[in-house]
């Protein structure tokens, strides 16, 4: 690793006095009938969520733990990027490039990158330890500001030439999840030849925010009349997960940006019922999230004035469409690692093995040189945070195979 100077995570305390008092001084509107949250995120807990915000929350125990790790603020290419690294202990430990979603941060990665680096602290093989590099995306965290044109595989460029250039690995891994998952296919795409391969969850394809009605899910059509009920309500339940942040985000964020920009609550309502709708949490929060880790999550957008540029990076997805670097098959050409969740399954899959089976029987497995496919029934969309040591293990998996010594 070339040499640079460590930049501590250290919010100023005006920033922090300043959240607390917007907290308190919240207009908090009616919401008679949204016990059930068929409204969106219900008033009685988001406002007991806030009013610990303004009064109990320990932002500064938080920088502590996230000031355990070294943490880095680099210029790549006239973009900000800030980085969290870990360093391998291990023989020959990999470098390792994480990459999260929205509304995740850097820190979501928290509960792998031990496990990672340190695998014999977990009773591992040293021989599978990783160099872990966590940045926040440009846009999101601490990597603030950045360019307006800002998207997925834009990022990936940015990626490689942090690994390559500003850190100098001649060849790294990747992995990710949600958005992330498309910046590392596109690593895997463009760079093959330089990765040892990459871990995904979702294996969505590349070109998935292309089009006219890129934010609508069904592509404006209707749902067939003769598809069963339960998969009919399965299909529905899945689209208004997403309908309402893909529409908004790709079609108006800078509209969304100011309220959420201004108004903490507003900002932690939004990003909050994501996490409510897609963590495997049996409708209770809580039992994915503490209280302390939502608002540390919160906490981060809010103090890197990350919410609006984050949110934009969809809309730039669409108007700035992916292009394929190459016409070969598969288009991923880097050996690939996939993770799902029965959480997540389509309509029709009932089990972990079936979604392999169906996965296998899409035009999706042809994107991937897919050479380890995992399925699990626990955990929902924020896998490595949900199901750590499942998802570590999966990784290390796949990454064994591509660096084990040639006979």
């Known amino acids: 690793m070339n040499a640079l100077s460590t930049t501590p995570i250290a919010v100023d305390e ?42 109990e929350y320990d932002w500064r125990a938080a920088e502590r733990a996230m000031n355990a790790y070294e943490h880095y603020t680099v210029d790549v290419s006239g973009t900000r990027v800030h980085f969290m690294r870990k360093p391998g202990v291990g023989p020959a430990p990999t470098p390792l490039i994480l990459s999260h979603g929205w509304p995740w941060t850097f820190w979501h990665w928290s509960k792998v990158v031990d496990r990672l680096a340190d695998p014999a602290a977990f009773g591992g093989d040293p021989a599978d330890a990783f160099e872990v590099i966590v940045p926040s995306l440009p846009g999101f965290g601490y990597s603030t500001p950045t360019r307006p044109d800002m998207n997925f595989w834009k990022i990936a460029d940015v990626w490689h030439e942090l690994m390559t250039g500003t850190l100098g690995h001649h060849r790294y891994a990747a992995a990710g999840c949600d958005v992330g998952a498309l910046i590392t296919g596109q690593l895997g795409h463009k760079y093959a030849d330089e990765l040892y391969g990459i871990h995904i969850g979702s294996a969505l394809k ?27 309500q399965r299909l529905v339940e899945i689209e208004r997960k997403f309908a309402v942040h893909l529409a908004a985000h790709l079609l108006a ?18 990003i909050l019922e994501r996490w409510m709708k897609w963590s495997d949490n049996g409708g209770d929060i809580y039992s994915v999230f503490s209280r302390d880790e939502l608002l540390t999550h919160a906490t981060i957008y809010w103090t890197g004035n990350a919410i609006a540029s984050s949110i934009r990076t969809y809309a730039n997805n669409n108007r700035y469409p992916w292009t394929p670097s190459h016409d070969r098959m598969p288009v991923v050409e880097a050996p690939t690692g996939i993770t799902f969740v029965d959480y997540e399954n389509p309509p029709g899959v009932d089990s972990s093995e079936e979604r392999i089976e169906w996965f296998l029987a899409t035009d999706r497995a042809d994107w991937y040189n897919h050479v380890n496919i995992s399925a699990h029934p626990e955990g929902g969309h924020f896998i490595p945070w949900e199901i750590p040591e499942l ?6 998996r796949t990454f064994r195979s591509q660096l084990a010594p040639s006979a």
């Open 14 to 55: 005006r920033v922090l006095e300043d959240l607390r008092s917007r907290l308190r001084a919240t207009v908090w509107p009616e919401d008679e009938g949204n016990e059930d949250g068929r409204y969106g995120v219900p008033r009685a807990l988001l406002q007991e969520l806030a009013q610990y915000w303004a009064e």
């Open 206 to 232: 590349l070109d998935l925010f292309t089009g006219d009605r890129a934010w609508d899910l069904s592509g404006g059509r209707p749902i067939p009349p003769e598809l069963p009920d339960d998969q009919r």
């Open 253 to 270: 964020p800078s509209t969304l940006g100011y309220g959420l920009t201004d108004s903490p609550v507003g900002m932690l309502a939004w």
């Open 391 to 396: 998802w570590t293990t999966d990784l290390v």
